[in-house]
């Protein structure tokens, strides 16, 4: 059962896009192209700051900056795309429903390095920085959510492992407390490709098992996988103190992850973790960004995100 014919369309054409992730990498547009071009047309206010001591990486600042509280978001695109229209646009619906809430928030996108310039572990580096920015800029870390998507996920998720567990090659950061929330849309938790989902939903996803080798090829050799690059793959115990109040992690129902991030959000619970995990119902991976990029209707994944949002800024706790 499909959401819709329209979403059925979108979905066969972003899999026969994605069949060479060379083609489509060759072809995009910068992050930074993206971002400016949407809030220019949008008429949002827009800032770029250069993050200190992280090989080039910039903050995008979407919003009012004087706001107390922001969400630190990092995009996917297995380390090796850019940013697309999409996240941008979905990013400033979920500010613009914060603030029907009475929620005024500050949108920072960090523009990493792409894997056609450096892999692992530069982006980690320029994730665990950009929150060291953030921080020493005055924001507190309880008006803090920090999140991603796919391969932005998982760096969210890498930057926790650093502040628990020391990296040797990225500076140590300590934090006065837990983040207010950790947004994980489809998390990128293993680079195995074993899971039944990846059965079940191979004719149904928007990505593939092979692009998805192609995009861990040029993030990561194989000697250096470990807990930070592969989560899933961590004892329970590395995901206790975990510092944030309060994680979701949302998984469509015909995304390849949909298994092993079910089983990431399961251990996160069995750490002591407050965690809302959303299953979303006849969606593919990162449903809620494709939605705004081409038009279609929102579902689930859309007005979860939403809800959890307002949730956590506003205090209520969540569950799994």
Known sequence: MSRSAAH????VDLRKAFVDPSISQAVSVPTAAIIESRCKKD????????????SGARIHWIGDRSAQKVILYFHGGGFGLPMFDGHVIFLIECQKQLERRGENVVIALLEYTLTMEAKYPVQYLQGVEVLRHIISKGYKTRDVVMGGDSAGANLALAVLSVIMHAHPDIKPLSLSGPL????????????????????????KDIHGVDGLHWFTRKFVNDDEKNNYTEPLGADISWWKDLPAKETIVLA??????????????????????????????????????LDAQFGTDPGIMTFATWEWLGDVFSGVRGKL
């Open 8 to 11: 059925d369309a979108r979905n």
């Open 180 to 203: 207010a929330g950790l947004l994980l849309n489809g998390p990128w938790v293993t680079f195995s490709t074993e899971a039944e989902s990846f059965r079940d939903n191979v004719a």
């Open 43 to 54: 008429n949002v206010p827009w800032q770029v700051d250069d993050v200190p001591n992280s």
């Open 252 to 289: 469509g129902g015909h995304e390849l992850f949909l298994t092993d991030d079910t089983e990431f959000a399961s251990k996160l619970k069995d750490a002591g973790v407050s965690v809302r995990f959303v299953e979303c119902e006849n969606e593919v991976h990162i449903d809620c960004f």
